[in-house]
């Protein structure tokens, strides 16, 4: 405002509000006194007297009466999209033969397993293709699972409990991938794992069209295998291979 000295006033412009908050903001900054302009203010319920219940962190703009004030920003969170994931396992070729029968050949009982990250629990399996030969299973078998996914993150959204006592559910965000497991079936024993892959749902490797093709250059050759987004695809048909605990490659 105006202001007086050596006995002459002056009268100083005065700068938008706009200018000034960005400089009074600039000066907080350059202090130190606080790195953002964020208010904290600790959560109670009348239920539990005297007992935080958390915080929120929020801002707050203040504006002159008589100046235009913008459109307020939203902040809510990205609501996911729902998709249904459906995978058909038609076959296997060349799978490892772990076992040997009655009559000294090397055979494997061959069954795939599917889940997808974060649930385990939900897995599902396909029929057992018994005493194979030549490591080839056919199947036919067509596995179903509904997700929910933000696109803007490429994260897949998970609500569950952390334990049974919990009432309310714990929203978690994971990657979308898809774990393949390849098995033989044991009756006796504990079924063994013969080959295992990754499929990164808004990543999947380009695979083959035929199995003789299915090499993990899949994998490891991104100018041939081109990576494509399955939520942009919507279908995807081939051969992958898969691995075993010891980086055997397999089909």
């Not at 959560?43 to 935080?52: H, W």
């Not at 029929?127 to 696109?151: C, K, Q």
Request: aromatic share 8%; charged share 30%.
């Amino acid at each position: 405002g105006p202001m007086k000295l050596n006995g002459t006033a002056e009268a100083i412009p005065i700068k938008p509000a706009s200018e000034r908050n960005q400089l009074a903001l600039q000066v907080l900054h350059e202090s130190g006194v606080t790195p953002e302009h964020i208010e904290t203010r600790t959560l109670y319920n009348d239920d539990c007297p005297g007992i935080p219940q958390g915080k929120v962190h929020m801002w707050i703009d203040i504006f002159p009466y008589n100046d235009s004030i913008p459109a307020p920003i939203v902040i809510n969170p990205r609501e996911p999209q729902k998709y249904i994931l459906r995978i058909i396992i038609w076959n296997t070729e060349d799978v490892i033969l772990d076992e040997t029968s009655v009559l000294g050949d090397e055979m494997s009982d061959i069954y795939v397993r599917t889940y997808l990250e974060g649930r385990k629990k939900d897995r599902q399996e396909t029929d057992v293709h018994y005493r194979s030969l030549t490591g080839e299973g056919n199947f036919n078998w067509r596995m179903v699972y509904p997700l929910d996914l933000i696109a803007q993150e490429n994260k897949m959204v998970q609500k569950k409990r952390k334990s049974f006592w919990h009432i309310e559910k714990t929203v978690t965000k994971v990657d979308p991938i898809l774990h393949l497991e390849v098995f033989d079936k044991d009756v006796l024993s504990r079924d063994d794992k013969l080959g295992w892959a990754q499929l990164d749902l808004t990543s999947i490797p380009a695979p083959t069209k035929s199995a003789k093709e299915c090499t993990l250059e899949v994998y490891e050759n991104e100018a041939k295998h081109p990576r494509m987004s399955l939520f942009e695809k919507k279908k995807i048909l081939g051969f992958w291979p898969v691995y075993d605990d010891t980086l055997v490659q397999e089909n």
